[in-house]
């Protein structure tokens, strides 16, 4: 079952229609938009949780929010992995095809922000080649994808072979969120035995790289395979306690400590459980979900712009700051979501006025 790329959506006579529709994982679909509205939601908040004070409501308010949308980037990543995994893929064509593809977008898109951040008062060549090279705040995601498809064709030897593949799924959560995990709770009892155990295990510098990889071998792992029903409730329940410690217990260390105090790492296991809770119900709801074709042709369409919606949206938060919005403290718990969706949309209309750029279009978007 593969995910055709080739789908585009046109306009005729008020009809949407969807060209070369093959069979495909539609959960997919959903699964894309819902996390590009959790990543801006992140950003959103950290608007707030940057500049107010801990004990304030509002700062509150946008640190659950914040909390909550955590699970959508390693969501990112394990959608990934479930699509190009299944794809018998030479390292030729991963390098031509989408690593090109992508390293080209990292290019343009860090020289349009770095222009945007130079200040025009001591600008230079230095200062323009060095914003260009440190990228805008969201562009590591790129980085981390292009290690992650260089690695493809070694990673579809793992999923090959079964036994395998479940060998390195229990390895890798011992290593990257066993341990980690029992570091960091060590903490609270010992600080010395926290800081010796912390030193060792950073030394094999195996974190930044491999958690992600396992979220993209994991997706891959999820969406091949069928989960009961008992198992999905108990993955359901791990992943409800999830997002409770992301959000209030996260806030009731920082009320503590008195700073901003998160447990919003991928490595943590709140994050996991969520993750992995959202992966399985969009699964379980969205891909037999009966809609009809326009809604569907519609959600498809935009699931395909939401690369660009990452790309875009923190040019857009760039000026809504400007216009001083997140400043606004009334019904914020309804403001942020709205804000949120309006910079979501701006995007969307954005990136699709950016592709039909002829030629340099699909360079951008």
């Not at 060549?125 to 990228?135: A, H, M, P, R, W």
């Not at 094999?204 to 891959?220: A, C, P």
């Not at 569907?296 to 857009?316: A, C, D, E, K, R």
Request: proline content about 2%; overall charge positive; charged content about 15%.
């Amino acid at each position: 079952m593969k995910e055709d790329k080739n789908n585009y959506l046109y306009i005729n006579k008020k009809k949407l229609k969807i060209k070369n529709n093959n069979l495909r994982f539609y959960y997919f679909d959903y699964l894309r938009i819902f996390c590009s509205f959790c990543v801006i939601l992140i950003h959103v908040c950290a608007q707030y949780n940057d500049h107010l004070d801990i004990n304030t409501y509002e700062f509150k308010i946008a640190y659950y929010y914040h909390g909550f949308s955590r699970f959508s980037v390693p969501n990112f990543f394990m959608i990934s992995g479930a699509v190009f995994l299944q794809k018998d893929l030479s390292l030729k064509i991963i390098f031509n095809k989408y690593i090109k593809r992508i390293f080209i977008h990292l290019l343009l898109w860090s020289i349009i922000y770095g222009f945007i951040n130079i200040n025009l008062e001591n600008i230079n060549i230095k200062t323009i080649i060095i914003q260009i090279i440190k990228g805008p705040y969201h562009i590591w995601y790129l980085y981390t994808t292009i290690g992650l498809y260089i690695f493809i064709p070694f990673t579809r030897i793992i999923i090959k072979n079964n036994n395998l593949l479940k060998t390195f799924i229990i390895l890798n959560f011992i290593i990257l969120f066993v341990i980690p995990n029992y570091i960091y709770l060590l903490s609270y009892y010992s600080l010395e035995a926290h800081k010796l155990l912390n030193y060792i295990n950073s030394r094999f510098n195996v974190y930044k790289m491999s958690v992600n990889n396992f979220y993209f071998i994991y997706g891959y792992y999820l969406n091949t395979k069928e989960m009961n029903n008992e198992y999905k409730i108990i993955i359901y329940i791990l992943g409800l306690i999830g997002i409770l410690f992301t959000t209030k217990i996260s806030y009731y260390f920082s009320c503590i400590k008195k700073k901003k105090t998160n447990h919003f790492n991928s490595k943590y296991f709140n994050i996991f459980f969520t993750s992995i809770s959202i992966f399985i119900f969009f699964k379980s709801y969205f891909n037999n979900l009966k809609i009809n074709n326009i809604k569907n042709n519609i959600i498809q369409y935009i699931s395909q712009m939401t690369f660009g919606i990452y790309l875009v949206h923190p040019l857009i938060i760039v000026y809504m700051k400007k216009l001083n919005i997140f400043f606004i403290k009334r019904n914020i718990i309804l403001l942020i979501p709205i804000i949120t969706l309006v910079i979501f949309i701006i995007s969307l209309i954005f990136s699709i006025i950016l592709k039909k750029i002829p030629k340099f279009g699909k360079h951008l978007i």
